[in-house]
């Protein structure tokens, strides 16, 4: 079957491999699921690079999220069986033809939802559900509460925006350059390549890091505000100078995979059911810049890096 492999740390577009391997069977507990669609997310690259070097075993199959078919189950499974379409989570191995998960981390997708959509139903939904939750918990009611959104032309950018509305927070999107403008419809206001000073937040959710998270956390935030970090697009951490100059503020990190790994069945159930929903909503609907078989997994990684791109990248690993 086709698969691809990292046997060494490195640029996604130099070390991940295109491999044919054995088709194993599912052991007990476990189900086969012919992938349909896999999603390039910024945390898929990431482990790749060796950022992640201490927790990233080698060789490994990439990819955290996608939906494909149940095709085979293995002893002992009784929720599952040939044909359920499903969402497997809980570790990498997304971009190859069929994935072998342990039941209990798969999710049924319900009818009416697309492939596409359902291929990015897990990290962005999920994420952006648990971030504006842990803004409740420290807030309480998120009515007026002004919100400050980094990459804010960002899928899950997008998905913040319209939650916050929902919450009657007033966010702010804040954009690296005009490009992705029309994707911050909710937005109270738009800041582009501006700086922050002058803004007063009650709250920051950042996916940048660097420079920019520095600024917002020293002159942004009113005191017993708080700051999320939730991703490094930048490349470079907060500066801890920043953190450490603001003891009236919360900083906190927010990574899905602890909570996923800690939340139980019951809650991933409970967050999968708001995710689907807001699909057929529209609500956590993604933009898709070009979908991609995977024997082309070189195109979608150079397409997956252009700053042109205006959307998410699919890989189709049945071709
Ligand atoms: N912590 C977690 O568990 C978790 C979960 C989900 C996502 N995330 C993080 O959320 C971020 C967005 O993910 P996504 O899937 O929504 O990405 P995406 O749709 O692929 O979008 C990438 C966006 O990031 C913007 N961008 C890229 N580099 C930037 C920079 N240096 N400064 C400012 N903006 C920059 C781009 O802006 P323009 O196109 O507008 O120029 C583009 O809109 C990533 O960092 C990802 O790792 C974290």
Redesign the pocket.
């Given at each position: 079957m086709r698969s691809t492999l990292v046997r060494q740390f490195g640029d996604p577009g130099q070390v991940i491999e295109l491999v044919d391997v054995p088709r194993p069977a599912p052991a007990a507990g476990e189900v086969e699921v012919e992938i349909s669609l896999a999603a390039i997310?910024?945390?898929d690259l990431?482990p790749v690079t060796g950022a992640y070097s201490a927790r990233t075993v080698l060789p490994f199959v990439p990819g955290f999220e996608g939906v494909g078919i149940v095709r085979r189950v293995g002893p002992d499974v009784r929720e599952f069986k040939a044909g359920d379409r499903v969402v497997p989570i809980g570790a990498s191995g997304l971009w190859q033809q069929f994935l072998l998960r342990p039941a209990e981390w798969c999710f049924r997708v319900p009818d009416g939802i697309e492939d596409a959509q359902a291929a990015m139903s897990y990290?962005?939904p999920l994420?952006a559900l648990r971030l504006v939750e842990a803004l409740r918990e420290h807030f309480g009611s998120l009515e007026d509460m002004h919100v400050g959104v980094?990459?804010a032309?960002?899928?899950?950018?997008g998905m913040l925006l319209k939650l916050l509305a929902l919450e009657n927070a007033v966010p702010t999107a804040m954009?690296?350059?005009e490009?992705?403008r029309n994707r911050c419809g909710e937005a109270h206001r738009i800041l582009v390549a501006d700086s922050p000073m002058g803004s007063q937040f009650d709250a920051v959710l950042d996916?940048?890091g660097g420079a920019?998270a520095g600024e917002l956390i020293g002159r942004s935030i009113r005191p017993g505000g708080t700051f999320i970090q939730?991703?490094?697009?930048?490349g470079a951490p907060v500066p801890q100078t920043a953190i450490s100059g603001r003891p009236d503020i919360r900083f906190a990190f927010?990574?899905?995979?602890t909570w996923v790994h800690s939340a139980g069945r019951e809650a991933l159930e409970a967050a999968f059911l708001r995710s689907f929903a807001g699909l057929q909503s529209g609500l956590f609907a993604?933009p898709i810049a070009a979908t991609y078989p995977l024997s082309r997994l070189a195109d979608a990684l150079a397409h997956q890096a252009d700053?042109r791109?205006?959307g998410?990248i699919l890989l189709d690993p049945r071709c």
């Open positions: 997310n910024p945390s990431i990290v962005n994420t980094t990459a032309g960002s899928a899950i950018g954009l690296r350059s490009k992705s996916a940048v920019l939730y991703g490094a697009l930048s927010l990574w899905l995979r993604s700053p791109r205006d998410k």
